[in-house]
Structure formats: C-alpha cells, structure tokens
C-alpha cells in the first residue's frame, strides 16, 4: 500500500509527548457508535525523512474548483435506479457529501450522513424557509453500493421518509470531472477506502457557494448556508 495520511483523533494528548513529525508509531484504533479515536500510542522508531511522494489522503488537498465556479455537470445513479445530473436541479440551492456505505468510521461517512439529516430537520422545521433546496449524499462505491445498497442504508437516516435527500453513486466521469476538482481523494485499499471528506453548497444557478473540506462542520452551519445561499437567490 502506498503511503499516505489520514487524520484520527487522539484520546489522551498527552500520548503525544516526545513524538515528532516522521517517527515511526504504532496505536490502536478504537470505535464506537458514535466516534473513533487511537491510543496506546508508542514510538518504536526515530524521525525519518518526510518524503514528498507521500500521498495525502485528508482535507489539504487543494481545490481547482472555487466559489463562484459553476459545478460541471456530473452524473449518478439513484438510489432507485435513476440516472440524474446535478443539472436537474436547477433553480435549487443543493448541498451535497461524499461518503460509501461501508465506511468504518462513524466521524467519516457516517458524521456526514448524520449532519445531513439534522440539517433537513432544521430547514424543514424552521419557519420561512424557501422550498427551492435539496440534499445529495452521493457514494464513490460504484462497485458495491448499487441503487438497492443505498435504499436499504438511506433508511438508516431518512427512516421512510426521503423529502429533499436523496441518495445516489457517482459514476466514474462524475468523480474524475466533478469530484476530483473539488479535492476528493479515493485510495482503493482492498476491500477498504481510504478518502477525505468534500461537502459542497450550490446555489440555484449551479454555482458552488461554499465548500467544507473535513468533518469539523454543523448541521447548523450547514443550514445557515444553504438559507444564505437561498435568500441571496431571492434577491437576485
């Protein structure tokens, strides 16, 4: 496997004391419903050379596509068998996430899937709201989640009900033309994935209005958003 990083969260700072860029380590990682984290971490060897062949699998890979640029027009399957293109939501502000349905690690994909439902439920719930809005959780899985996958794992998070979320795999133009510019990394690994994290706001003309590049976002930021992006449609 090729090298790379990832970022995991640390349990007990204090774990990291005498540890410097490049060693070598070992730890165990840890996960709940809810979180993981490593600990029982050990240096077993000194600080190497960083080299710069080192693949980045995180938030720093940097963006081609910027606010304001309109979002090519990628494609994907639905959750229930439909193609669409993200220009079949014209006149909508959409957000949209990256994720696969095996992922391992609940503060991936599945923080991802969970902000998304707590950001519908706000929207849906707050009074005043524009009604021009969707939201996308598309998978970069091609080979495992088929529409049936993803119907059976939407309900996870939309229970039965599917307004304004709906679920889809990208096709693989969509992640060369549209995800790749938008910074996602995929390295197959096996039966695995390892991957960063892309959520991206679109306003109604199909422009990206805001990009969040790691897990630190909340569904309320989300929402103040796509509200933002919405009424600025309005005004227009």
């Not at 969260?9 to 380590?25: Q, T």
């Not at 599945?110 to 707050?126: A, E, V």
């Not at 959780?137 to 307004?163: C, M, T």
């Not at 096996?190 to 990009?211: E, P, S």
Request: aromatic fraction near 10%; glycine fraction near 6%.
């Amino acid at each position: 496997m090729m090298e790379m990083t990832m970022d995991f969260p640390v349990r007990n700072p204090e774990e990291l004391a005498g540890i410097s860029v490049g060693d070598k380590l070992t730890f165990t990682l840890k996960v709940s419903k809810d979180n993981d984290w490593i600990d029982n971490i050990h240096r077993e060897g000194p600080a190497a050379q960083v080299t710069t062949t080192t693949r980045q699998v995180s938030g720093e890979k940097i963006s081609k596509l910027k606010t304001g640029d309109k979002l090519p027009d990628g494609d994907f399957v639905t959750e229930d068998g439909r193609t669409m293109h993200f220009a079949d939501f014209q006149g909508k502000v959409v957000a949209f996430t990256f994720f696969f349905t095996r992922c391992p690690l609940p503060d991936y994909c599945p923080l991802m899937n969970r902000n998304f439902k707590q950001t519908r439920d706000i929207l849906l719930s707050s009074p005043g709201v524009p009604t021009n809005w969707d939201l996308i959780s598309l998978s970069f899985d091609a080979g495992f989640d088929h529409p049936e996958v993803l119907s059976s794992y939407a309900k996870n998070y939309r229970a039965d009900n599917p307004d304004r979320w709906l679920f889809g795999v990208a096709s693989a133009k969509t992640l060369a033309e549209v995800a790749s510019p938008l910074g996602l990394m995929i390295l197959n690994q096996g039966a695995g994935i390892a991957h960063n994290l892309r959520t991206v706001v679109l306003d109604a003309h199909g422009r990206i209005y805001r990009q969040f590049n790691d897990n630190q976002w909340t569904p309320q930021q989300l929402a103040k958003v796509m509200l933002e992006a919405m009424k600025a449609g309005l005004r227009k």
